[in-house]
């Protein structure tokens, strides 16, 4: 009996590592998550680097044909950029030529990831270091975070097997959307924020900036230049707390402030709906124009 349960305990640990175990996780992250890892040969002129905001936020696509170059968007959401820092980015540069440009796309109040404490499920970022980390890279996480890895198991039997789709592809529509657009997701959620909205204190008060701006010391060269932009936020009540802030440290823009109605409501941040990334893209395009003229053809 105790084998069979050390059994049971360690066979998700192996079947993590699977090549394809990204098509039939039950979390619908998995696939967008793991696309940096088959972008091998993309050699991107612009690559996107950030949290969810740019995952659902940003059409690369739309920006490939609006500046004539190629650009990708390397997959994040909050809990992998706080366990994994810049893996995807690292991995990407392993097997692509240097960009012209990359962009730091954040929300302002993820600005220092690496040092936040807002609580949030990490379950994704924990399957994809197993699934695609090194040995060294995995087991440097066991030692800095026993419990979380200790319960990696039973969290990965309880999010895969609650529903028939174990061992099927139980989202093909959104690997499919995020090979064709080079990384982008659409938000799987519906309803629109309320315009008597307002931020939770506890993000709009977080003005740390020390993960991004090391990111940036970390990959401007002179060969890729390094553009920092802040996603836009929704005009609740409170919106003056963010929009009227300084990020001349990084040095940034002030986020741009667009109707409530464009995004959808979240604990943490604010994600905006499908109609709306259009618009937010363009956004995205004006800045990055000025600078791409700058960098080499």
Known sequence: MLALLAILYCLPLFLVRLPNFDQWSESPYSQPLNYTFKAAGENADVVLFGDSTLLHGVDPTQMSAALGVKVITLPNVAATLRVLDDLTLRQYLKTNRPPRLIVFYFAAWDLDYGHSTYPIGTYDARELLAHQGTMAEIFAYMRAHPAQSMQFPFQFYFI???TSHFFQRPYPEIGEEVLRTRGHMTNPKLTMLDSDCAFPDVLVNDTRDASARDLGARYHTPETKTLYFLAPVPNCRN???????????LPAAPPKVLPAEMFSPDAVVLHPLGPSVPQVTRNLIDAVRPVLAETRP
Do not use: G, Y
């Open 239 to 249: 919106v003056a707390l963010v929009a009227n802030r300084s990020f001349d440290d």
């Open 160 to 162: 895969n097997a609650r």
